[in-house]
Each structure stands twice: as structure tokens, then as C-alpha cells.
């Protein structure tokens, strides 16, 4: 197919939608509710664009091109309408940006910001529920936050399969909500974070996450270590601590994680980590170096066997070892120790 955008003519597929094919031509559509990865909303209206011969405005990311097809993507008609959408979700919003924990890492704020914005705008009238939704362990909803892009829905449905959360009610009563508002513990709710990780503001916020500023924080992109998946996460590091995880934009997870690769993740600097071997010395545990400590296992290992036989010991591994490190570890037990009493901890 041959369209025109821009002025520009684009040699194109048929199945790409508007917004595909702009964005393989650099050119920048703001979105709220636009995922790759889910079946195309059009809620938000954001990244609506000019097409010939249409009665109205098209949203790009659900409007599949057509041949001969004329499109204007920064047209003064298609501004207007987005910085109108801006002014009504702003108008709906909790505008408490400076005590907000996503400030500088909000698609809403980074918009209002592209399209100058008046944050004392008072157009339309305000929709404020002061309702915060705490009774999940690992999260925390706030409706004043959300802007109804339905991103946390749609990948609690379509991605992770669980459905725990829908759209309620209709109107300026519409808000996201579980089954009969009992509160999320009541719900199928797996606390796996995923929507808080696709959450373009702070509606739904982490709870025990330690303060910090997206600018402070370095990224670390890693596998992680809780089973054998092999899912990709970043590790938000601040002051040479990790005070978050997200999922990378790569890997088997499809930038999906669950409870423990999410939220699980404080015991890395807990004061009662164990940081180097220790052995037990008239009653006491006592820091030793690992040549003495391997000696003192190798030793007792030694001894066991030589009194009670090879199968009086047994190796038990864990998912949060690499499928190397548990080969050798069988491979010790049943090689060098002959014994095949080894189990493996599927969990942890």
C-alpha cells in the first residue's frame, strides 16, 4: 500500500496500524495507553491523528492504514485536541507531583510539560475521591492518580491471566477496582506487580519502596535469581543500594515478573544477611576465610562417611542456583561422595 503522511508518501504493509508505521519513521505520537505488547484500546485518546476524508480525529494506535490513505500527525487540530485531553485529565487528577513517588518517571507529567500545561488549570470541574485502596500487602491504589487508561487491566487479563482488576461504574464514577469492592486481598490477585510496572502515573505505587528520584537511580539490567525461568529485570540502584526491580525490555518474561522478582528484593541489604562464612567456636559464630570453612565441611563430610557410610549424607539444592551450579552439586554427591540422596527445592 502507498499512504502519505505528513507529506511524506510510505511504502507500507497492510496490517500496520497509524501508529506502527509513524513510529517506524521516527515520528513521535504521545501515548498513555499504548502497550506493544496488548491489544490496541484507544482509551486515551492522546495519539490521535488528522486523516483525510475522515468525519473526525482517529485514534492512530487502533486504526489500521489504508491505501491512498492522507494523514496529518501534528496538524493545529490534532494539538488542540491532545492539549484537551491533557487539560481533562489533569482537571481528574491528584496534582500533588511534588510528593508523588513517580515524579520524574510520569508519562502524564512529561506530557503536560510537552504541551505547556497550566497545572492551576481549572477548565473542567475536578473528580476527587480521596480513595486509596491499601489492602493489598505489596501495592497501593490511588483513584485520584488514575487516568483510566486501562493498562493495568488489560495486562492483568491479557498477559497474566488473572483478571483481578476491571473498570467499574460509568461516567465521572468510573474507576478500577476487584470484584464487589472488598478490597484486593478478596480478590484473584496474584501480587505480581505487573500493573504497577505498566502504570503511566502514580495510581498504583509500590509500598515499601524506598525513596528515590528516577535521576538518582542507575539501572542494572540482570537475571533474576528466584527459579530457572531466567526472566530479565532491571535493579534500580541508589547510593550503591537496590531500592526497586522492574522488568527489562528483553528476555523470556516479556516484561513480565512475578511476586518475588517484583517486590522481593529487600533482603539484599538486610542487616541480617549472611555476607561471609562463618563457623561456631566455643558457642559463638565466628567470621573465618573460605579456605578454612570448605576445609571444615570437606573434613566433616569425610568423617561421616568413613563412620556411617556414603548414604548417611545428603545434598539438597535450590531453583535460586544456576542449572550449573546444581549439576555439580548432584554430580559431587553421586561422583565423589557416592550417594544419590540428592533432592531439589523446586521453590525455595
Known sequence: MQ?????????????????????????????LCYDKRLVPH?????????VEK????????????????????????VEKARKDILKLIWSTH?????????????????????????????????????HIDDSNPFYTIDRDKCILCGKCVRVCSELQGTTAIGFSQRGYKTHITHPFEMGMTHSDCVSCGNCVSVCPTGAISEKKR???????EKQVETTCGYCGVGCQINLHIKDNRVVGVSPANSGVNNELLCVKGKFAYHFISHQDRLKYPMIRKSGELVRVSWEE????????????????GS??????????????????????????????????????
Open 3 to 31: 499512504i502519505t503522511i505528513n507529506g511524506e508518501i510510505k511504502q507500507v504493509v497492510g496490517h500496520e496500524t497509524i501508529l506502527q508505521v509513524c513510529e517506524q519513521m521516527g515520528l513521535f505520537i504521545p501515548t
Open 42 to 50: 484507544g482509551a486515551c485518546r492522546m495519539c490521535v491523528v488528522e
Open 54 to 77: 475522515a468525519r473526525s480525529l482517529v485514534a492512530s494506535c487502533s486504526t489500521p492504514v489504508s491505501d491512498g490513505m492522507v494523514i496529518y500527525t501534528h496538524s493545529d487540530r
Open 94 to 130: 491528584r496534582n500533588d507531583c511534588l510528593t508523588c513517588s513517580q515524579n520524574g518517571n510520569c508519562r502524564l507529567q512529561d506530557l503536560c510539560y510537552l504541551y505547556d500545561i497550566d497545572p492551576e488549570n481549572n477548565h473542567f470541574k475536578k473528580r476527587l475521591s480521596h
Open 210 to 216: 524506598a525513596k528515590s528520584r528516577s535521576w538518582e
Open 293 to 308: 570453612a570448605l576445609s571444615l565441611i570437606a573434613s566433616k563430610i569425610t568423617d561421616i562417611k568413613n563412620i556411617y
Open 311 to 348: 548414604d548417611a549424607i545428603g545434598g539438597f539444592t535450590s531453583a535460586r542456583c544456576t542449572t550449573e551450579d546444581n549439576y555439580v552439586m548432584q554430580k559431587f554427591f553421586r561422583a565423589v561422595v557416592g550417594t544419590n540422596s540428592v533432592d531439589h527445592c523446586a521453590r525455595l
